[in-house]
C-alpha cells in the first residue's frame, strides 16, 4: 500500500525541518509531499533540502487549491492512501497509523483525525472556546444537511482512500475546505469516519484565521454547505471502476 | 401600506425582480457555474435591496436623508449603486485573475526554457554513446 503525505505549506519555513523530523521519524515507510503555495521564505528551500518531493506553485491558491494539487499528484502517481497534515507543526505524525489504518482496512474512504471524538484526550490543543464553540455548531450542522457525524469538521488531518483521490483530485472547494469537502464526499457516496487525535498548538508564526476571521469562515460555510449541488455521483465504485461518463 | 409616493406595484415589481435574481444566483452557485466566493456580494446587495424594498419605512428614511422627493426614485438611485457595486468588485476581480494570468504565463515561458535545456542535454548525450 503506498501511503503520500501531503503537507500544504505557506510561508511554514521556520515550522517544516521540525514537522518533516516528526514525519521521517514516525512515518518512515511513507512518500512525503510538500505543496508550497507561492510562499515568500524560503519554504520550498527548506523542504527540497530535507529530500521530499516539492510541488512548488507560482501562484497563491489558498489552502483548498494547495491540497488539490497534493491530490491531483496522489492520483497521477496511482497512490492508494493520501494523508494530509500542515505544515505548522499542529498535527503530530505519532498519530498517522491511526488515521490511516481504516483506510487500510477498507472501512472508510476518508478518515478525519479529530481532537474532540471519544476518548476524548483534552490535554492536547484545541483551540479557543469560541473556535471550539464554532465547531460544535459545523459539527451540527454538517450532519443536519448531510448526515455526517464528524465532531472536528474543520480537522486538517484527515486520511483518504482511493476513492476519495479520485474525487477531490475532481472537485475540492476552495476557501474553507474542510468542512465543505466532507459534505461533498458524504454526498458522493464516500464512506467517512473518525479516530480521536491529539494536536499541538502551531509552533511559529500567526495562524492565517483570525478572530474576526472566524465568524466570516461560520458563515461563509454555512453558506457553502446550504448551497451544495443537487446530486453528486460516486467517483469510483467500490470495486475500484472508474466513474461512468 | 401603499405609499402614493412608492406604488404597491413597484414594490411588488421590485421584489419579484430581486427573488428571481437570489433565486436565478443560488441556481448558478448550486450548479457549480457561479463559485460561492465571487458571489458574496451579489448574495449580500441583493439580500439588502430586499430588505429595502419589502420594507418602504427603509427606503423613505433614505429618501429623505438624500434630499429626494419620491422615495420611488430613491429605489431607482439604489438599483443604480447596486449595479455599480457589484460591476465594481468584477473588474477588481478581473484585475486579480490578470495578474495570475501573466503570473502563469511567465512560468510556462520558463518552464519551456528548462524543457529545451533538458532536451538538448539529452540529446548530446545520446549523440556521444553512439
Request: aromatic fraction near 6%.
Amino acid at each position: 500500500m503506498r501511503v503520500l503525505l501531503i503537507i500544504p505549506a505557506f510561508n511554514e519555513a521556520a515550522n517544516l525541518p521540525e514537522v518533516l523530523r516528526g514525519i521521517a521519524e514516525h512515518a518512515p515507510g511513507c512518500d512525503v509531499c510538500v505543496v508550497d503555495d507561492a510562499s515568500t521564505d524560503g519554504t520550498s528551500s527548506v523542504a527540497l533540502a530535507s529530500g521530499v518531493e516539492v510541488l512548488r506553485g507560482c501562484v497563491n491558491l489558498g489552502i483548498g487549491g494547495a491540497v488539490q494539487t497534493g491530490y491531483l499528484w496522489a492520483r497521477h502517481h496511482g497512490y492508494d492512501v493520501a494523508v494530509q497534515i500542515d505544515g505548522d507543526g499542529q498535527h503530530d505524525p505519532r498519530y498517522l497509523a491511526a488515521v490511516i489504518a481504516p483506510v487500510l482496512r477498507g472501512d472508510a474512504d476518508l478518515v478525519i483525525g479529530s481532537r474532540f471524538a471519544a476518548p476524548a484526550d483534552a490535554s492536547g490543543f484545541r483551540s479557543t472556546a469560541l473556535r471550539r464553540a464554532g465547531i460544535r455548531y459545523l459539527a451540527r450542522f454538517l450532519r443536519l444537511r448531510c448526515g455526517a457525524r464528524v465532531t472536528d469538521p474543520t480537522s486538517g488531518f484527515r486520511a483518504a482512500g482511493r476513492r476519495a483521490i479520485e474525487l477531490f483530485a475532481t472537485t475540492y472547494p476552495s476557501d474553507y475546505p474542510e468542512p465543505e469537502s466532507i459534505a461533498v464526499a458524504v454526498r458522493s457516496g464516500l464512506r467517512v469516519s473518525e479516530v480521536p487525535v491529539v494536536m499541538r498548538p502551531r509552533q511559529q508564526g500567526r495562524s492565517s484565521i483570525g478572530a474576526l476571521s472566524t465568524l466570516y469562515y461560520l458563515v461563509k460555510v454555512s453558506l457553502a454547505l446550504l448551497l451544495l449541488p443537487r446530486r453528486m455521483s460516486p467517483p469510483l465504485s467500490r470495486t475500484g471502476g472508474g466513474a461512468a461518463s | 401600506m401603499s405609499d402614493p409616493l412608492l406604488p404597491a406595484h413597484l414594490q411588488w415589481f421590485a421584489t419579484a425582480v430581486l427573488v428571481a435574481m437570489l433565486a436565478w444566483v443560488v441556481q448558478l452557485i448550486r450548479t457549480q457555474r457561479l463559485g460561492l466566493r465571487d458571489s458574496l456580494l451579489w448574495l449580500l446587495s441583493t439580500g439588502a435591496a430586499l430588505a429595502v424594498t419589502v420594507f418602504p419605512s427603509v427606503l423613505r428614511w433614505i429618501a429623505s436623508r438624500l434630499s429626494i422627493l419620491v422615495p420611488a426614485n430613491a429605489l431607482f438611485a439604489l438599483a443604480f449603486v447596486y449595479v455599480l457595486v457589484n460591476l465594481l468588485a468584477a473588474t477588481i476581480a478581473i484585475s486579480g485573475h490578470s495578474a495570475r494570468i501573466r503570473r502563469l504565463t511567465q512560468e510556462c515561458t520558463l518552464l519551456r526554457a528548462e524543457l529545451a535545456a533538458l532536451r538538448d542535454r539529452l540529446d548530446t548525450r545520446g549523440e556521444r554513446s553512439r
